[in-house]
């Protein structure tokens, strides 16, 4: 029983050096040993040959994909970033945007109610302008009042401004106006003008006062008659005529304008206007050219142009009584002026 109790306590004490022992070794059969070793021994062998040149830049490779895909991740989280800023500023710039655009709507309205309100300010001042001329038309046509005006001294002012005036409406002229109201304002404000200038030259002081010193005026008058297109605005022609006309009564006034190279190119288109008034009024300009013998000698041979008298003589079929009448004397007179330069060439 000793022995018993004394090969258990044996037993006992073997399994306790075990559990004691068996963190540090590790009990393997000989056999499974040696077959590890050969499998190591193996792998040492084919490891190589399975690890080439391929796998390994394959796996070179990969880490630079790797490489590429952390820095795009980075790259891209700046785009984010500043496709962030730049959507702020987009956000930001069409606020401001839509801003201006109001305020540019409020402007344009502003602009049209300014654009109304100068426009009914222009009818005003048109109607106004038209009325002041037209008592001053009314009031021209005494000759008292014209040689107060030249004592005033503001006469020269006006007249400047009337020159002004009429030629800035002139040139505004073109083919569509044949067909406007010539009763509007603005051509009845341009017809008081013109009708107070052809006033102020109908009396004598008035005239002196235009043939010395409104030479600028005389000059405008002339060149808007040739800028006017034929047909267009016929009263107001037929009123600037007469405003010649009236100054070439004086004979300084009449040296002064026939010394201007276009007067008698203007008379021969006017002949040709269409409008019997202002054949009328031009041919009694070309009267008064025709009666003064310093401007005959002046003008030569143009005052015997043939294309001038076959316009003349054209008038002298016409049906208004006083139109015919008055070419038939210009006519005689042109007739006249021909034959005396041929007596004088022939005594010659």
């Not at 009325?131 to 030249?150: G, N, P, Q, R």
């Amino acid at each position: 029983m000793s022995a018993s109790l004394l090969g258990g306590k044996s037993l006992a004490l073997g399994h306790g050096a075990q559990v004691k022992t068996q963190d540090e070794f590790v009990r393997v059969r000989k056999r499974d040993l040696e077959k590890l070793t050969t499998e190591v021994m193996q792998l040492r062998e084919f490891l190589p040959r399975v690890l080439n040149g391929d796998l390994i830049e394959m796996l070179h490779k990969a880490r630079a994909a790797q490489t590429m895909r952390e820095r795009l991740a980075v790259e891209q989280e700046q785009l984010q970033q500043e496709c962030l800023h730049l959507q702020s500023r987009l956000d930001a710039v069409q606020i401001e945007c839509q801003k201006e655009r109001e305020e540019k709507l409020l402007l344009r309205e502003q602009l049209w109610q300014s654009g109304a309100e100068l426009q009914q300010q222009a009818d005003f001042c048109s109607g106004l302008g038209s009325a002041a001329c037209s008592l001053l038309w009314s009031c021209s046509a005494k000759e008292d009042t014209v040689a107060h005006w030249l004592v005033d001294g503001k006469l020269h002012s006006f007249l400047t401004l009337a020159a002004q005036t009429l030629e800035s409406f002139v040139r505004s002229l073109d083919e569509e106006m044949k067909t406007e109201d010539h009763n509007s304002q603005d051509h009845q404000f341009v017809l008081a003008l013109a009708g107070t200038i052809t006033n102020i030259a109908a009396v004598a002081c008035g005239r002196d006062f235009l043939s010395s010193s409104a030479h600028v005026l005389l000059d405008t008058l002339t060149k808007l008659l040739e800028l006017m297109k034929p047909g267009v605005f016929p009263k107001l022609k037929v009123l600037m005529l007469m405003a010649l006309y009236n100054v070439s009564i004086s004979v300084k006034g009449l040296k002064y304008i026939s010394e201007n190279p276009g007067l008698l190119p203007l008379i021969s288109t006017l002949l040709d206007d269409g409008d019997w008034e202002v054949c009328l009024h031009s041919l009694r300009l070309l009267q008064s050219v025709l009666l003064e013998e310093d401007v005959l000698l002046l003008l030569g041979s143009s005052l015997l142009d043939p294309d001038l008298r076959a316009r003349v003589s054209r008038l002298t079929s016409k049906v208004q009584p006083s139109l015919r009448l008055a070419a038939q004397q210009t006519l005689e007179d042109l007739n006249a002026l021909q034959q005396g330069r041929g007596c004088k060439q022939s005594s010659l």
